[in-house]
């Protein structure tokens, strides 16, 4: 396995224990805050991933990228279409 394949595997696993950068662990941090419990997110999240580099447009692709996801799964279980 090279170190690509096992950083995937990390982070399919649990991404809070992969050999991530800071700024790849707030985005996940936050992606999974927003996938979890939305309606817990406030300004300060936000202002972590400013923090941490991250600009306006790259936050609104990150949020908009991770809603994407959890919408369309969401419309597949609820049809139960099966994942692929």
């Known amino acids: 396995m090279d170190i690509d394949e096992a ?3 990390a982070i399919r696993t649990d991404y809070r ?3 991530l950068d800071t700024a790849d662990r707030a985005m ?3 992606v999974a805050k927003l996938t979890k419990s939305p309606y817990k997110c ?3 999240d936000v202002d972590v991933l400013r923090s941490v580099g991250f600009d306006d447009t ?3 692709q990150i949020n908009l ?3 994407w ?3 369309i799964n969401r419309v597949a279980d609820g049809l139960g279409v099966g994942r692929e």
């Open 69 to 71: 996801f959890n919408y």
């Open 7 to 9: 950083l995937a595997l």
């Open 42 to 44: 406030t300004r300060q």
């Open 65 to 67: 990228i991770a809603s």
């Open 28 to 30: 996940l941090d936050y």
């Open 17 to 19: 224990t992969a050999n």
């Open 58 to 60: 790259a936050i609104l």
